[in-house]
């Protein structure tokens, strides 16, 4: 038996053991050869590949490839830190493709990203659900573009040779010659965001199990760092009657972004 619990909230390590199941691999396969033109001669690399799952769909794609691991279990992968390696050089394009480590939240998948977007053309990568967030999608430099991004399904993960389930997407970014467009930030039409010193109207949980509640009473007592304080411009039945219920775009804990707080309100 497995005990899960000190994977709770994917605090995924580079020396964690966790892989990507057949099916999963199979199915990002698909959404690959669907959304890139890869050629034979291009170079892929696999900067984390583990146990090699995704190196029998990579021989596929192409005849130029690299694999590396810090701790590699397959006799085809180097065994060397890719943060730490030299950008290469080609002549083709290169791709990136695989799992990256996450660490806390997502820090050590975002070392890889920035890496990668240093040389690559294309990158396709398993991430967390919170790649979803305009604010997680900034780790790509504004020249790299999304062109494909799926949820995974339920269990496609296996850890210690059993299936587990993480909130995770399958995103596909591609490098252009011009930047992508950065979406305005809302503004809201109920509220705006105070400090807890500005006599605020209401306080609405961000984070934890009660992300989303709001509270109208005690706000005094109410923690700065779990909570965000509003002053209501007007329908306060609107603030206090919907409580926000999308987690969605999370890995871990519940967590409510500004952006995503206004949006919900703004379209209700």
Known sequence: MVDFSKFTGLKRNTSDKFYTSKQTVNMCYKYIKNNLNIKKTDLIIEPSAGNGAFIPIIKILSNNYKFYDI???NNEIIKKNFLLLKNPESSSKIHII?????????SIAIKF???CCEFCDTISFILPKSFKKDSMKKSFPLKFHLKFQKDLPYNS??????????????QIWVKKNKNRKMLLKEKSKYFTFCKKTDNPDAAIRRVGINAGKVYQNNLQDKNS????????IKNRNI???NKYNIFNNTVGPRSIGKQELIKFYNRL
């Open 225 to 232: 760092n779990s909570h965000y304080f509003i002053k209501i």
């Open 239 to 241: 603030i206090f009657n």
């Open 113 to 115: 990203i920035k890496k």
């Open 98 to 106: 695989g799992n990256p480590p996450f660490g806390h939240k997502s």
């Open 71 to 73: 701790k590699p279990e």
């Open 157 to 170: 993960f296996i850890i210690r040779k059993t299936s587990y389930n993480v909130p995770c997407i399958f």
